[in-house]
T-cell receptor
Framework: DSGVTQTPKHLITATGQRVTLRCSPRSGDLSVYWYQQSLDQGLQFLIQYYNGEERAKGNILERFSAQQFPDLHSELNLSSLELGDSALYFC?????????????FGQGTRLTVV | TQLLEQSPQFLSIQEGENLTVYCNSSSVFSSLQWYRQEPGEGPVLLVTVVTGGEVKKLKRLTFQFGDARKDSSLHITAAQPGDTGLYLCAGAQSSYKLIFGSGTRLLVRP
């Protein structure tokens, strides 16, 4: 158990819909990262927050947004869903914001868009 | 564009054999991490290498960071079925971004 909690574990929704994925970081970790993992593209970095502020952005679509709340949990919002958005979405957390620090991953949310 | 290329993509070997997985890039990274991911789980960090030429050992696993900090390798000695999984390398591209390779799927047959 990494200490990072992601909910829900599985999500099935229709195209055009909007979903929210939730992540609770390890106790004491200030940094939260979101990654998308699909079969053909590996783990793609989406976005990072540190202590409530956006710190880095990767290949995140405009239809996607995220935020980190004062209690440090984070949410990833995916809207106008397309079939191609079906993937595993991972959240990771670390104590500091540097990419050199050890990041602990949650078990992921498997999103299926039908 | 994949900044980190891993090879081979798939590897199926017999228990007791040795293997090497490679992680290559044309970019320089400040550090490189290796993760192992099992089905239904998130990646778990195995090691971080920081200095060019650095070699780290973790039981039967040996990790090496290239002198120019552009490539890395993972060598497993006497592989066991418990080593089965997806091995991912990840490079720190900037202070905040961690870029992952496409992964190597390893199957160790009893």
């Amino acid at each position: 158990d990494s200490g990072v909690t992601q909910t829900p574990k599985h999500l099935i929704t229709a195209t055009g819909q909007r979903v929210t994925l939730r992540c609770s970081p390890r106790s004491g970790d200030l940094s939260v990262y979101w990654y998308q993992q699909s079969l053909d593209q590996g783990l793609q970095f989406l976005i990072q927050y540190y202590n409530g502020e956006e710190r880095a952005k990767g290949n995140i679509l405009e239809r996607f947004s995220a935020q980190q709340f004062p209690d440090l949990h984070s949410e990833l919002n995916l809207s106008s869903l397309e079939l191609g958005d079906s993937a595993l979405y991972f959240c990771a957390s670390s104590v500091t914001s540097g990419a050199d620090t050890e990041a602990f991953f949650g078990q992921g949310t498997r999103l299926t868009v039908v | 564009t994949q900044l980190l290329e891993q090879s081979p993509q798939f590897l199926s070997i017999q228990e007791g054999e040795n293997l090497t997985v490679y992680c290559n890039s044309s970019s320089v990274f400040s550090s490189l991490q290796w993760y192992r991911q099992e089905p239904g789980e998130g990646p778990v960090l195995l090691v971080t290498v920081v200095t060019g030429g650095e070699v780290k050992k973790l039981k039967r696993l040996t990790f090496q960071f290239g002198d120019a900090r552009k490539d890395s390798s993972l060598h497993i000695t006497a592989a066991q079925p418990g080593d089965t999984g997806l091995y991912l390398c990840a490079g720190a591209q900037s202070s905040y971004k961690l870029i992952f390779g496409s992964g190597t799927r390893l199957l160790v047959r009893p």
